[in-house]
């Protein structure tokens, strides 16, 4: 059974950071793809980053550009999302999820979801 489990989240003030952790377990496929996604009641989902294995193919989308950053420990299957600078906007329930495969934010292959972590940023 995949799990996955996040901490990390809470409330802060404009221009703080958090940063949002993420543990996998019983994916054992040799490539994964992880990545974080975001939902504010009201609006859209919202992929907000993903990496592959080792590290590698990257990608932050732009509304977070230059403020956040993914990072990924293969050893510990964990995934992080580093959060500086946080605005008002980026309050948001936070999901991690894994797959096989990512082509930017959208996941390819069987797909495994988190229980979310709110992120609040106050003014």
């Known amino acids: 059974q995949v799990r996955l489990v996040e901490s990390g989240g809470g409330s802060v003030q404009a221009g703080g950071s958090l940063r949002l952790s993420c543990e996998v377990s019983?994916?054992?496929?040799?490539?994964?793809?992880m990545g974080w996604f975001r939902q504010a009641p009201g609006k859209e989902r919202e992929g907000v980053a993903t990496?592959?294995?080792?590290?590698?193919?990257?990608y932050v989308a732009d509304s977070v550009k230059g403020r956040f950053t993914i990072s990924l420990d293969n050893a510990k299957n964990t995934v992080f999302l580093r959060m500086n600078s946080l605005k008002p906007e980026d309050t948001a329930m936070y999901f991690c999820?894994?797959?096989?495969?990512?082509?930017?934010?959208?996941?390819?292959?069987?797909?495994?979801w988190g229980q979310g972590t709110q992120v609040t940023v106050s003014s």
């Open positions: 019983g994916f054992t496929y040799s490539s994964k793809c």
């Open positions: 990496i592959g294995t080792g590290g590698g193919n990257t």
């Open positions: 999820a894994v797959a096989r495969a990512c082509v930017r934010t959208r996941l390819l292959g069987p797909d495994y």
